[in-house]
């Protein structure tokens, strides 16, 4: 209560001193005269500068018709004036000048002593860059017998945030949805042991507005379109954005569903396509159903093939429509955490070390193949920089220093195996055409008769 | 009038003179035939050289029983290189690339196949022709010989078959790389370039399709391609052994597959070096069908039901059976012949869509 009174009082009292105080300034300000500015020809010539504002400028306080004094102290001012400027022009020049000596006699120093950088430097001491490090580690002690699809997306992506998040939660989260799957497979009468019964269910958890069992609704996942490479803001390429914000892209779509899979023990496969990935789910007959997730359709594998960016070689070598392993799958976590170590610090040997140990995981790994190939063509640039090559002296630094020869065959035999793997790069214009043409191309109605076909092999 | 009665006789005994005549020609054939195996049986067993232009050629001359004139399909191929040699001299084309002299081989090769060309000849000026398609018995129905690389050079229309070849012969003459590519009843050329890397070159339209388009359109399943059955740029011992299985075929022409052995001999030297060759698959699977319905008709048999108690038929029917599965699940389907020129037509229709733009946007600079 005293307290109360006490703060109400102290209030008022600033309340009064703050009104009172205005009051005053006011008062004063009605009161107060400016001062008068003394003119310029009151004063002696040689007497010392009042304010000088108008320096350099022709001042405006100036008499119509001026006197001879005033004149020759105009001069006098003018003069003064031009010698100050001539001096801070020298003065400019001059620490130009060493600026330049400083800098040359910098790189005739770096050449002597060979210090030119032909690799990028360690971001070690940035920030965040050790939880990329223990990331690393954590997804290299994986081996098939712990792989575990929700863990690996987890610790790439957490990487991102400083390792701050906790994998209960996800966990949690991931139970309750597939308890609620299976529950309402129990619920609708359908084997739940069944595996394309599972697969169905899950792909009506993506396509399908579903009453919760607290009586909330849970509604389709959309595919959104905007900045849907990740390229302004890395991650909209994430799970955790998918899950916040309903909304996914051809990356995080695949991934919730193999993560929904692997707690309903289900079995599902990531593909990849050009630029893409999509799911395989196994049938009873041998063969294996596509399931695209950005427009929810059953899709044939004759889509990916009329894009008209497969090459007979980029499938005899595997690199497209083959239903991924454990061991491809952890070469594709660690492939997206060179990719996001990129998006946060940029190249650093530490994406080399990621990248190689995802190709030895997966020697045919396109898209391992790709972050490799730009690492070494940004290394190029980053050495031609501070060799100051031009197109004009390119080749005779290449003479002069074998190392720049050098880096530039490393990029072209890693461009060249990228050539001989089949790959064929696509436009993302037509990336997007493309996904577009497949929904158009798919009616709904057909897609239906598939969902009839699939439900009517599931086993009783 | 003995002896009247006595011809008479061993007419209606031993058939016609005629058969006779082929008989013993059949013997002198089928000793052609087994020395230009064990020819190629030498090559295939890296134990002598042996040129794809010179299996080419002994294929088609055991056909017509060594009496192709060597000196002139020689002479054919020769001028063809001289032409294909000036084109190149001219540097016309315009190509970024650090295989530059190579492409320009690729480019002259088929300027010479698929373009006219005006040679200065002295004081005249000679046009040289295209090969064009021949749309009249594609598959060698008629005649088998209308396959042959020298029925292109002597008439100067081919079809997927012998244009192909002679392509590749060219190439390796003119001391370049070009590779025969698979398609379900069809042959192609696939090339290496550093701009474009992996490209098509399909010499019986004159373009440069994609390979979606064979995918898409080519009655090609995946798996075929995966397995390596179709679209796979051939080594040069893999396009020896399609020479063996063409003289396999020439064979097959001439005495039927009833006596199997020469063509099963064929066969399993070819499977031995090229595993999954889909024309070696199918000519056995042919042989055994034809072997199995030799047996059902000796056995006056209706129904392959009828023979089954034969072991002999058995064992080829379930040999037969499990092939077919085989080739069934390396992505092999059937495409309809009847389709076969509707598919070479889309590729004209669909131009658009299906042409390589990175191979046709290369320029000349006349």
């Not at chain 1, 019964?197 to 958890?205: C, E, Q, S, V």
């Not at chain 2, 006595?6 to 059949?26: A, P, R």
């Not at chain 2, 230009?36 to 294929?59: G, N, Y």
């Not at chain 2, 050329?189 to 019986?204: A, D, M, P, V």
Request: with cysteine.
């Amino acid at each position: 209560m005293v307290l109360g009174k006490n703060k109400y009082w102290s209030s008022l009292a600033i309340f009064y001193l703050l009104f009172f105080s205005v009051g005053i300034a006011q008062v004063q300000s009605t009161q107060l005269q400016l001062p008068n500015i003394p003119q310029p020809s009151l004063l002696p010539p040689n007497s010392p500068q009042p304010l000088n504002l108008n320096r350099g400028f022709p001042s405006s306080t100036t008499p119509n018709t001026p006197s001879r004094s005033q004149q020759q102290y105009q001069r006098h001012l003018q003069q003064q004036q031009k010698e100050r400027q001539r001096g801070q022009q020298l003065e400019q020049v001059l620490r130009e000048d060493a600026q330049e000596a400083e800098r040359r006699a910098a790189e005739v120093r770096a050449l002597r002593n060979s210090r030119v950088n032909y690799d990028f430097p360690t971001n070690a001491h940035l920030h965040g860059t050790s939880s990329y490090r223990s990331a690393f580690t954590k997804l290299l002690d994986m081996d098939d017998s712990t792989y575990s699809i929700t863990k690996a997306v987890f610790t790439t992506e957490d990487a991102f945030f400083d390792n701050k998040g906790d994998f209960s939660y996800l966990d949690e989260a991931m139970s309750d949805i597939a308890s609620f799957l299976l529950n309402k497979m129990a619920d609708e009468g359908i084997n739940t042991e069944d595996n394309v019964a599972k697969n169905l269910m899950i792909y009506r958890f993506f396509a399908d507005t579903m009453q919760l069992e607290n009586g909330s609704f849970h509604l389709p996942y959309e595919y959104d379109f905007e900045d849907y490479r990740g390229r302004k803001d890395h991650r909209k390429l994430m799970v955790i954005k998918l899950m916040t914000e309903n909304s996914g892209q051809c990356h995080s779509l695949p991934l919730l569903y193999l993560m929904i899979a692997e707690y309903m023990k289900a079995e599902a496969y990531l593909v990849y396509a050009p630029n893409h990935t999509y799911i395989k789910f196994p049938l009873p007959d041998g063969g294996f159903q596509n399931i695209e997730l950005t427009s929810k359709i059953f899709n044939s594998d004759l889509h990916v093939v009329r894009s008209g960016f497969v090459k007979a070689e980029a499938l005899q070598n595997k690199l497209y429509m083959q239903p991924l392993t454990d061991r491809q799958l952890l070469s594709e976590n660690l492939t997206d955490l060179a990719k996001s170590y990129i998006a946060k610090y940029g190249y650093s040997p530490f994406v080399k070390e990621v990248i190689d140990s995802a190709i030895i995981k997966d020697p045919n790994n396109i898209p391992a193949h790709l972050v490799k190939s730009n690492y070494y063509t940004y290394r190029c640039f980053f050495i031609d920089r501070q060799l100051r090559v031009t197109n004009e002296n390119f080749e005779q630094k290449k003479r002069q220093y074998p190392k720049l020869k050098q880096a530039y065959e490393e990029r072209d035999e890693i461009y060249s195996t990228i050539d001989k793997l089949g790959y064929e790069p696509m436009p993302e214009e037509i990336y997007q055409e493309w996904l577009e043409d497949m929904q158009k191309e798919v009616d709904q109605k057909k897609n239906k008769e598939q969902f009839i076909r699939l439900k009517n092999i599931v086993r009783q | 009038m003995k002896t009247f009665l006595v011809t008479i006789l061993s007419l209606l005994t031993f058939g016609n003179l005629h058969s006779q005549i082929e008989g013993s020609d059949k013997i002198y054939s089928e000793f052609l035939y087994e020395k230009v195996f064990s020819r190629f049986e030498c090559a295939l067993e890296d134990s002598c050289a042996m040129s794809f232009k010179e299996a080419v050629f002994l294929v088609e001359n055991t056909y017509f029983n060594e009496t192709l004139d060597r000196i002139q399909f020689e002479q054919q191929i020769h001028d063809l290189v001289v032409t294909v040699s000036s084109v190149v001299q001219a540097h016309n084309l315009i190509y970024e690339g650090n295989d530059y002299k190579e492409v320009e081989k690729y480019a002259a090769i088929f300027q010479v196949m698929c373009d006219t060309i005006a040679i200065n000849y002295g004081d005249t000026i000679i046009n040289h022709l295209p090969f064009t398609y021949d749309f009249d018995d594609i598959w060698g129905y008629k005649q088998w010989s209308n396959m042959f690389v020298s029925k292109l050079l002597n008439t100067r229309k081919g079809n997927c078959h012998s244009m192909p070849l002679l392509y590749k012969i060219l190439a390796d003459q003119i001391g370049t790389e070009a590779h025969l590519a698979i398609a379900p009843n069809h042959f192609y050329i696939k090339q290496y370039s550093q701009k474009s890397g992996w490209f098509n070159t399909e010499l019986t339209s004159a373009s440069f399709p994609i390979d979606a388009w064979y995918m898409a359109t080519g009655y090609i399943h995946l798996d075929g391609i995966v397995n390596k059955l179709y679209m796979e740029a051939l080594s040069e011992k893999q396009s020896l052994v399609l020479c063996l299985i063409d003289l396999a075929k020439g064979y097959q022409q001439k005495f039927g597959s009833k006596d199997g052995e020469f063509i099963q001999k064929c066969i399993d030297l070819g499977l031995k070096h090229f595993p999954n060759y889909i024309n070696a698959l199918l000519l056995k699977t042919e042989v055994l069908k034809v072997q199995f319905f030799e047996i059902m008709e000796s056995n006056y048999a209706e129904y392959p039901k009828e023979v089954m108690h034969i072991p002999e038929a058995k064992s080829l029917f379930d040999e037969m059976e499990l092939l077919a599965k085989k080739i069934h699940k390396m992505g092999y389907r059937r495409m309809p012949r009847e389709m076969y020129l509707d598919w070479l037509a889309s590729l004209r229709e669909e131009r658009e869509k299906y042409t390589n733009k990175k191979i046709s946007n290369f320029k000349s600079r006349n």
